[in-house]
């Protein structure tokens, strides 16, 4: 299991597998700059390190477990801030050293750069990052939910969850009698865990 999950974009979909919209446009592709002129920044409560153990679960029944830990951190350049994930398991550790930084123009819009060319649109919407993405034909949509930030909270957390299933539609329903056809897709494997703030809380960006 550990080994399929080594890389966020590749391995988990291929490992654990063998929403809706109307009216969408074609998305543009990504654009990041450092320097936006929006002041598009990442609230300092996700900086720090933060660890926890991942459930993964298929639609077959089976499960598995790994550890997780998620490094946030602001860099040099405004505009971009380490997001680096290494997971660990009974195989070893493989860590991936990926940037979050901050789309152009754009406020609450971010790119995931993996440092490998590919780059994974991402949005910060309140207190939750999310991104959904294809590859190798599996579709998935990863969600970081901040919990209980803020000056006053004793422990605060990351609720992390990836859902995943083929990207191919697997109904399309409706279309008659003035009904929008909705196509629908089928989510096999889930992944998620409550990553806790293992170090001292990180100062501001200056």
């Known amino acids: 299991m550990f080994r399929c999950v080594m890389s966020l974009t590749v391995c988990l979909c291929v490992c654990l597998i063998s929403g809706t919209s109307l009216n969408a446009q074609e998305p543009e592709a990504p654009t990041i700059n450092a ?9 300092a409560e996700w900086f720090g390190t933060w660890r926890g153990e991942v459930e993964a679960t298929s639609l077959k029944g089976q499960t598995s477990t790994f ?97 995943a299933g083929p990207s191919k539609v697997a109904t399309t329903s409706g279309g008659q009698n003035e009904v929008p056809a909705v196509d629908s897709w089928l989510l096999t494997s889930r992944q998620s865990a409550v990553l806790k703030r293992v170090d001292e809380t990180p100062a501001a960006e200056a």
Request: zero cysteines; a neutral charge.
């Open 35 to 43: 320097a936006t002129k929006s002041e598009n920044r990442l609230p």
């Open 67 to 163: 550890q997780m830990e998620l490094t946030v951190r602001p860099l040099t350049e405004r505009g971009r801030w380490q997001w680096q994930i290494v997971y660990s398991g009974p195989q070893g550790e493989s860590k991936r050293p990926y940037e979050l930084v901050a789309s152009k123009d754009q406020p609450g819009q971010f790119v995931i750069d993996e440092k490998n060319s590919i780059l994974i649109d991402t949005t910060l919407l309140g207190n939750t990052i999310v991104s959904q993405f294809s590859v190798q034909g599996q579709s998935l949509l990863s969600r970081y939910r901040l919990r209980n930030s803020g000056a006053d909270a004793a422990t605060p957390s990351i609720e992390f969850e990836i859902l």
